[in-house]
């Protein structure tokens, strides 16, 4: 219910997007419909029907059990918790410090690459590689390589930089989330890259050209010509990212700390828990992060027209 | 309730009588169940025969899941044509969510789920939500082998097995420590909290609800609240509470002494003997045994590796399998629960190169060439002398307790509220 959740933001984010630059072929309505019909039923049976029966049990209502009454009382419980700040302060600290670095590098790499142009197609392979590594296959290589008794510190102490390997900084189940930053920036880099390098290539040199006969320097050229050209992409994949990144859970559950926790691991955490009372309450936090998914691509779709507008009034 | 009802009312209203038509399925469904009887040995043997037995167990012991797939799966093709499937989780109380998920679906035949290895609260929430099959112990031949006078094996954390499981193995909590490391370790839950203070970062112990980890608080629990058979009888909710609030107070206190400050915990016992191989704690400690000699066996402990239990005892327990009430193939799965209690499987099971888990089988009812079998065992370098352990159990607490505690760890000791 939950990745069902995460997922339909995403999707809109991208169509959205996609539908930035219009090709100008209208498709009559008869066809469209047979063509997103499929789709549509599948996301609607399984995603609304999943959260329809999710706000159901967040209500209380578990008629196996004998509680057949609706109440908002799990809502509430959760909502005057005072983990719950701090979970979402965390969560959302995790989430945007990922999707920014991920987001400055993607830019720099991604404008790297259109100037290589001949050897970016090899590049592009390799950028393809982390796009197929599962996030969990991430996540364990670097609890190997970073933990205090990980490979890292073990080369070097062995190599004699290190004390001893126990003076290793914290990099996993730290204060700061450095392992889970780490899984998620490198993870994203290559997806944000190639969304980016597919609208560098197709903008072509001609504006950046006519840019410098008129005597732009290369900075004027970037923040004038090509950051107005990427910003919906940039901001579109972006907000994928973020939003996948708020809602998931396997790498904060193996790299995270004991307490506090995400959003996500605490969902689960309470929905497993021994105590089947609390599974509405695991539920109705997992229903606060898709809220706050579908709040945060609302917004961010919202400020993307207004860009949009006004660059057409002008 | 009554207001509540109304709300359902308003809302189902105009498709009540579609509702009424599923409530009788229902209830027609549930009445099908009553009158489902448990199968008799002799009808499970037969009809078990070519079937699978999907087992959901906890897969974190390499030694347990090579036992499993390896000999039990083999002796259990050519004995009775099953084939048992194991499926690893992390911890059976997602199998038991499951279970209530099936059951509130009203998928009651067909679940995917034959087998679980279970105990403790886990049990008491199936009997409490009724996902039990059974009961079917009882009619199991070789429950005979097992003495069931034994107040470990008839409760389980405090709850009456009542033939609801079956018995496989007991397990008792030890203290694992390198010799080379710690040439005399601290033999008592008071000379351990002393040490770890004096010795600050050295100690961990999984976050519960771990089970390891919450076996830990449960001996601290005893160390301060009073003598462990004083909490199998009658106690008040406030005495509970006291003894409670003073196990908290006694962590809370050790937090800053613990491995990297009592910031994070280990989240698994694995994970807990890694950092003990890797010399990043002093100490580990199992719900088992004999797992620091199959540890060292695999390699992964030093041969210096040593166990000890405390002077006071150590919390010991039985563990059990259980059919889901909604099991495919329960025939199976109950040909199965008997096989794991065959002397051979369960002598197989104690050699420290398989597993080195205890019998649960009581030795004293064996046939007397079984009994010397059993007597021939050699133990691994690091498992104590069965006498010296068995002067050392201390019974579980009841599950209420134990739930008590880890509640109470989750919010005073770890969010210190």
């Known amino acids: 219910m939950g990745d069902a959740g995460i997922e339909e933001p995403m999707m809109n984010g991208s169509r959205a997007s996609g539908t930035a630059v219009p090709d100008g072929r209208p498709v009559p309505a008869g066809r469209l419909v047979i063509l997103l019909g499929p789709a549509v039923l599948v996301v609607g049976l399984l995603f609304v029907g999943g959260l329809v029966l999710g706000v159901l049990q967040a209500l209380g209502y578990a008629p196996g059990q004998g509680a057949a009454s609706l109440t908002v009382e799990h809502f509430r419980r959760v909502l005057v918790d005072p983990e719950l700040f701090t979970s979402f302060a965390l969560t959302f600290y995790i989430a945007a410090t990922s999707t920014i670095i991920a987001g400055l590098v993607s830019v720099a790499l991604a404008l790297t690459l259109v100037s290589l142009e001949s050897r970016s197609r090899m590049v592009s392979f390799l950028l393809q590689i982390p796009l197929t590594v599962p996030h969990l296959v991430i996540a364990i290589a670097v609890l190997f390589l970073l933990t205090p008794s990980g490979l890292v510190a073990r080369a070097l102490s062995s190599l004699g930089l290190l004390a001893e390997a126990a003076s290793f900084p914290l990099l996993v189940n730290d204060r700061f989330g450095i392992g889970i930053l780490a899984v998620y920036v490198w993870k994203e880099i290559p997806f944000i890259t190639l969304m980016l390098l597919a609208v560098l290539k197709n903008m072509g040199k001609e504006l950046l050209e006519a840019g410098a006969t008129l005597r732009a320097n290369a900075r004027q050229r970037f923040f004038h010509i090509t950051l107005p050209i990427i910003t919906p992409v940039l901001a579109a994949s972006g907000l994928i990212v973020f939003a996948f990144t708020f809602g998931a859970f396997e790498v904060p559950y193996l790299l995270g700390r004991t307490h506090p926790l995400l959003l996500p691991v605490w969902s689960y955490r309470t929905y497993s828990d021994i105590d089947l009372l609390a599974r509405p309450e695991g539920i109705a936090i997992g229903l606060l992060i898709a809220a706050i998914i579908i709040i945060a691509v609302g917004c961010s779709q919202m400020v993307l027209t207004l860009v949009r507008y006004r660059e057409g009034e002008r | ?377 050699k133990r691994g370098p690091a498992t104590l002398e069965d006498s010296v352990l068995q002067s050392h159990q201390l019974p579980e607490p009841p599950s209420e307790i134990l739930i008590h505690l880890e509640q109470g760890w989750e919010m005073q000791v770890l969010k210190n509220r």
Request: glycine content about 8%; proline content about 7%; charged content about 20%.
């Open chain 2, 1 to 377: 309730m009554s207001n509540g009802f109304s709300t359902i009312r308003e809302i189902f209203g105009r498709r009540l009588p579609w509702w009424v038509g599923l409530s009788l399925l229902l209830v027609g469904l549930v009445v099908e169940q009553a009158w489902a009887q448990v199968l008799t040995w002799d009808e499970a043997v037969v009809e078990a025969r070519g079937q699978t037995v999907d087992w959901y167990m906890w897969g974190g012991s390499p030694a347990v899941n090579a036992y499993v797939n390896g000999y039990l799966a083999r002796e259990l093709k050519a004995r009775y044509d099953i084939t048992l499937r194991q499926v690893p989780v992390k911890d059976i109380a997602e199998v038991v969510s499951k279970l209530v998920v099936e059951k509130q679906a009203g998928k009651d035949s067909g679940g995917s789920v034959d087998l679980m290895w279970i105990n403790g609260e886990n049990f008491r929430t199936c009997i409490r939500h009724n996902l039990l099959y059974g009961p079917f112990a009882d009619l199991l031949p070789n429950q005979h082998y097992v003495d069931w006078s034994s107040p470990t094996v008839a409760n389980d954390f405090g709850t009456p097995v009542e033939g609801m499981e079956s018995p496989w193995g007991s397990a008792q909590v030890v203290m694992i420590y390198d010799a080379a490391r710690i040439p005399e370790p601290p033999r008592s839950m008071q000379a351990l909290l002393d040490w770890i203070k004096a010795n600050p970062g050295r100690f961990s112990y999984p976050a519960p609800p771990d089970f390891t980890g919450s076996v830990f608080i449960r001996h601290i629990f005893y160390h301060v609240g009073g003598p462990a058979e004083w909490w199998q009888g009658d106690y008040t909710e406030a005495e509970l509470q006291a003894a409670a609030d003073a196990t908290f107070e006694v962590l809370r206190d050790l937090r800053p002494s613990l491995w990297r400050g009592g910031s994070t915990y280990p989240d698994s016992p694995v994970r807990m003997n890694t950092l003990f191989a890797d010399g990043e704690i002093d100490f580990s400690f199992s719900y088992h045994q004999g797992e620091a000699s199959r540890a060292i066996h695999d390699g992964l402990f030093p041969e210096t590796v040593r166990t000890f239990v405390f002077n006071e005892g150590t919390i010991a327990n039985t563990h059990f399998v259980a059919i889901p009430f909604n099991a495919r193939d329960k025939a199976a799965a109950m040909v199965v629960a008997d096989f794991l209690l065959f002397p051979e499987a369960q002598r197989e099971k104690a050699v420290p190169e398989v597993w080195g888990d205890f019998p649960v089988i009581s030795r004293d009812r064996l046939p007397p060439e079984w009994q010397q079998r059993f007597a021939d065992l």
